[in-house]
């Protein structure tokens, strides 16, 4: 059977056997959390909590903001300390929850409704928990299981190609709890009646494929699609096209081409969210690369420290150059590690060598490898070109704003151009002019 993929993408070293064969172990928080109420895509959540007050594990702590806005529940038990911006890992101060733990974890009573399930309960669940994608974009997911029209979904995939390097975050979920996954997909397929379920794995997990086809076999909505190990396989729009063969740009959103695609963990989340009424005050994080003592996976409460987490993976070697959160080619750089988890963190590598800082940048070449291996057939490197020209005109022109960002152009330029960073940089540009008419 052919592997399914796309067109473009590259084959960086992957690093996953560091930690694909380390169980999942539970972390427990410091003397104290600070969860940040923006952790999502859309409006941030207020709070609802004040100074001093007591709060349970799994209590609301802020409330959003409107429909594109998400939940945000204390992950343990304790005094709210302070509310005041702190600083997130892509270097922004962010308004904060700080909560003293008093090393109870006492939880909330969680009010949960026996199956079956009507479509409101499903959704309305959802929000309540606060479940957002977990792949990266942290999208509100009750959001993207209410598409304007139910009956024009056909697929509902489940993204397993966890493609980044070094992250096996969701092949653990995978390896050690796959029934509560297919579980979690079986809810979101009650919600759209013609739509059939794609469990969508990249092939160098064969045996996750081995086993989720073997729980599905008599599953007659579900089915689990082998992938092309490659990247950036578990985009978005690229999985889509490897499974469905059906296209999206940057103007349409998944729905548009009768898809819905949610990550392994924002699937399970669904389930404990809809099963056990559940919020999303937890994760498992990779902590991995070869400047890492003790790579491993750690399940971890939001709020908590990334120098703790480090610190129980081993520490850092002494060598280590770079540091970042979540995966080498879409990751941001960690200038401390003096800043909390949220619900996007799916990752933090510590690499003893930094590539990109020592690598010698020099003229573009003109070779067009920028444009062989872009995803979106894109001519990268002209792009870049207009750019750094501040050419919005003819940037908009060569169809800038499909970049998707995942920085295949950088990683196989010759001349080490920072492509990516000259197109994300303008696409901001654009946005913002757009945004003032």
Excluded at 59 to 69: D, K, P, R, W
Excluded at 329 to 349: E, N, R, W, Y
Excluded at 377 to 391: E, V, W
Aim: hydrophobic letters at 35%; charged letters at 25%.
């Amino acid at each position: 059977m052919s592997l399914l993929t796309f067109k473009g993408g590259v084959h960086p070293y992957d690093g996953k056997e560091l930690t694909k064969d380390v169980p999942v172990k539970k972390i427990l928080p410091q003397e104290q959390v600070v969860i940040p109420v923006a952790q999502h895509i859309g409006a941030p959540a207020k709070p609802v909590v004040e100074i001093g007050e007591r709060v349970l594990k799994g209590q609301l702590i802020a409330e959003s903001a409107g429909f594109v806005s998400a939940n945000i529940h204390s992950s343990v038990s304790g005094t709210v300390k302070k509310i005041e911006p702190r600083l997130v890992t892509n270097g922004s101060k962010v308004l904060s929850i700080i909560i003293e733990n008093d090393g109870q974890y006492e939880e909330v009573s969680y009010d949960a409704s026996p199956a079956p399930w009507s479509k409101e309960y499903i959704r309305e669940a959802v929000k309540d928990c606060g479940v957002v994608g977990l792949g990266g974009a942290c999208f509100p997911t009750h959001v993207k299981l209410t598409p304007k029209d139910d009956s024009a979904i056909d697929y509902v995939i489940v993204n397993a190609a966890e493609c980044e390097p070094y992250i096996t975050a969701d092949y653990r979920r995978l390896k050690e709890q796959p029934q509560e996954v297919i579980d979690g997909l079986k809810i979101i397929l009650s919600l759209f009646d013609n739509a059939q379920g794609v469990i969508a794995v990249e092939n160098n997990k064969a045996d996750v494929i081995e086993t989720l086809k073997e729980m599905t076999k008599d599953e007659e909505k579900i089915s689990v699609a082998a992938l092309k190990t490659k990247y950036p396989q578990g985009s978005e729009r690229h999985i889509i096209s490897a499974v469905t063969g059906r296209k999206i740009n940057s103007k349409m959103l998944p729905a548009d081409a009768g898809c819905i695609v949610d990550n392994v963990d924002t699937v399970y989340n669904v389930y404990q969210a809809v099963k056990f009424h559940k919020p999303l005050t937890e994760r498992i994080m990779t902590v991995s690369g070869d400047g890492v003592n003790n790579p491993g996976n750690f399940l971890v409460s939001f709020g908590t420290s990334h120098e703790q987490i480090m610190n129980e993976a081993g520490g850092m070697d002494e060598q280590t150059e770079k540091l970042l959160s979540g995966g080498p080619m879409m990751g941001q750089a960690l200038f401390t590690l003096d800043v909390p988890v949220i619900k996007g963190s799916s990752a933090m590598l510590a690499l003893k060598t930094d590539d990109v800082a020592h690598a010698k940048q020099t003229n573009c070449l003109n070779c067009g490898k920028c444009a062989q291996v872009c995803p979106e057939g894109l001519i990268c490197a002209k792009l870049a070109q207009a750019a750094d020209a501040d050419d919005m005109e003819l940037f908009v022109k060569l169809h800038g704003m499909e970049c998707i960002e995942c920085g295949t152009c950088n990683y196989n330029c010759p001349a080490n151009r920072n492509i990516t960073q000259s197109v994300r940089t303008m696409k901001r540009k654009v946005q913002a002019a757009r945004r003032k008419g």
